[in-house]
Nanobody
């Protein structure tokens, strides 16, 4: 079982950029597909991006395509989410997730979750 911990959430101005990190431990990181989800205030958790085990396949939500980039460094047991041109609608708690199945946009496909890191976009 892999354990995940997100970091990097911060307050940022609209139009700014931010990088989130996800550190994995207690499992074989390279055997998991990785994903990022977010939960805006008052809304359900939604898919943002997913990445295959070796980084060769990605999937992005339309709302972030072209602005967010998911990546991973299996040697360091780290996953990242680079965010640019942040919008007010991007404000949310962001969660890192790991799953053993095929690449999926569903939250229920992922077995392990971090505790989340909050991204706040100033008005």
């Amino acid at each position: 079982q892999v354990q995940l911990e997100e970091s990097g959430g911060d307050l940022v101005q609209a139009g700014g950029s931010l990088r989130l990190s996800c550190a994995a431990s207690g499992g074989t990181f390279s055997t998991y597909q990785m994903a990022w989800f977010r939960q805006p205030p008052g809304k359900e958790r939604e898919f943002i991006a997913a990445l295959s085990r070796t980084g060769g396949l990605t999937s992005y939500a339309d709302s972030v395509k072209g602005r967010f980039t998911i990546s991973r460094d299996n040697a360091k047991n780290l996953a990242y989410l680079e965010m640019i041109d942040l919008k007010h609608s991007d404000a949310a708690v962001y969660y890192c997730a790991a799953g053993r199945g095929s690449l999926s946009r569903s939250r229920y496909a992922y077995d392990e979750w971090g505790q989340g890191t909050r991204v706040t976009v100033s008005s």
